[in-house]
C-alpha cells in the first residue's frame, strides 16, 4: 500500500510519530510526507487528497489540531473520501462502510499510542462495495458526479 502522510505545524509531532509507523509496517510499500514548515492545512490536504484520487497513492493520512479542518480540505477534492476518527467504531466504519481512503486526526484530541494503535487497524481495513453500505457510497458518487 502506497501512503501519503502530511500536516501542519499543528500536527508535525504525531504526523512524524504516525509516519514512522508506516515505514516500519509490511503493509505498507512507500511512504511520502507532503508536509513542509510552512504548508496550510487545506493545502497539504489538497496534495493529500488529490494523490489519493490521481492513483499515485493508495491512502492518505492527514493530521491537525483535531482532525476536523484537514477532513473538510481533503473532502473538497473530487473522488475523495475524508473521515475524523479517534476511535475504533469510526476507523472501521470510515473504511468499511464508507471506503474513505484518508484518514484524518487531531494531534490535540488523540494520545499518540493510541493513534498509533487506530492507523495500524486502519492498514488492515477494506471496504466491500457488495456489502450493505456499497450502494450508499455510489450514490454518493453519483451525486458528486453531477458536479
Known sequence: MRVVIGAPANGAALKDELKGLLEGDERVTEVVDLSTADITYPEVSFRAAERVVDGTADRALLVCGTGVGTAIA????????????????????????????????????????????????????????AGFYGPKVGEIAEFESRG
Do not use: F
Open 74 to 129: 481533503a473532502g473538497k477534492v473530487k473522488g475523495a473520501r475524508a473521515a475524523t476518527a479517534h476511535d475504533v467504531v469510526t476507523v472501521r466504519g470510515a473504511v468499511e462502510n464508507y471506503d474513505a481512503q484518508i484518514l484524518c486526526m487531531g494531534q490535540n484530541v488523540i494520545a499518540p499510542a493510541y493513534a498509533r494503535a487506530l492507523v495500524d487497524l486502519w492498514l488492515g481495513l477494506s471496504h466491500d462495495p
